[in-house]
């Protein structure tokens, strides 16, 4: 699998849906959602409570989804997220640590009750978020360990960012937020290349069958951004 480079093959060029990636400092990833919109855009949740919609840069590479997507699904995919953007743009979503929580509603986009006070997403649970109102089950969340050490540590690390944001602007975050991310610390952890991965696949994906893929989308990536900052 061959990531896209905006330099050789522009984002405008995605078939209606499709993800795209940058990575930040010490191999940490990012995914956010690609869609033809009034320009092309990305959807997604770039840190706590900042704009759901933005423009690509070149720091990102891309992919549309597999082919084993139908053309006339993709069109409805992208109907859907685009009333998503639409309805949500004004939206400032928290940043956490929740997945599976069904909190965008399929008719009309907006986010439903579900979405309460102790929810929150990483940009990986958000784009599995999007697809889950579109009736796509992205992943087989059960078949993902818990408490592995490193994702352990990535999960207080989102911890300790809510509680200096809430130091910084205690108006952000809660103390309710707060309690209720900490009891997500320990939990499955969903990384953007893994959840990248399953976008190339029609069906429920399991972990080991998004392993492989989510390996070589990392290496690209990784490859990629140490070239992009080299000639910066």
Same mark, same amino acid.
């Given at each position: 699998?061959?990531?896209?480079? @905006? ?8 078939? %209606? ?32 409570? %900042? ?7 070149? #720091? ?13 699904? #993709? ?12 309805? &949500?743009?004004? %939206? ?19 986010? &439903?009750?579900?979405?309460?006070? %102790? ?17 796509? #089950? ?6 993902? @360990? ?13 911890? &300790? ?30 990384? @953007? ?13 399991? #972990? ?25």
């Amino acid at each position: 699998m061959q990531l896209h480079t @905006p330099n050789i093959n522009d984002f405008a060029n995605v078939d %209606s849906v499709g993800v795209a990636l940058s990575q930040y400092e010490g191999e940490q990833n990012h995914i956010a959602i690609l869609f033809q919109y009034e320009d092309v855009m990305l959807l997604h949740v770039g840190a706590h409570k %900042s704009p759901l919609l933005e423009k690509p840069t070149d #720091k990102f590479m891309w992919l549309d989804l597999g082919s084993s997507f139908h053309p006339i699904r #993709k069109q409805v995919i992208l109907a859907s997220i685009q009333q998503i953007a639409e309805k &949500n743009k004004d %939206s400032k979503i928290r940043y956490g640590l929740d997945h599976g929580i069904y909190c965008l509603d399929a008719e009309t986009g907006l986010l &439903n009750e579900n979405y309460d006070q %102790s929810i929150g997403f990483t940009c990986a649970t958000f784009v599995i978020e999007v697809f889950l109102s579109v009736g796509i #089950k992205l992943i087989d969340w059960d078949t993902w @360990p818990s408490g592995e050490e490193k994702h352990t540590e990535f999960q207080k690390m989102v911890f &300790n960012y809510l509680e200096r944001s809430k130091r910084d602007n205690p108006s952000s975050v809660t103390e309710e937020y707060l309690k209720a991310q900490a009891s997500n610390i320990g939990k499955a952890r969903f990384l @953007p290349q893994e959840v990248a991965a399953a976008t190339q696949n029609g069906a429920e994906s399991t #972990k080991d069958e998004v392993d492989p893929i989510a390996l070589k989308i990392h290496e690209q990536l990784t490859a990629y951004t140490k070239e992009y900052y080299k000639n910066r």
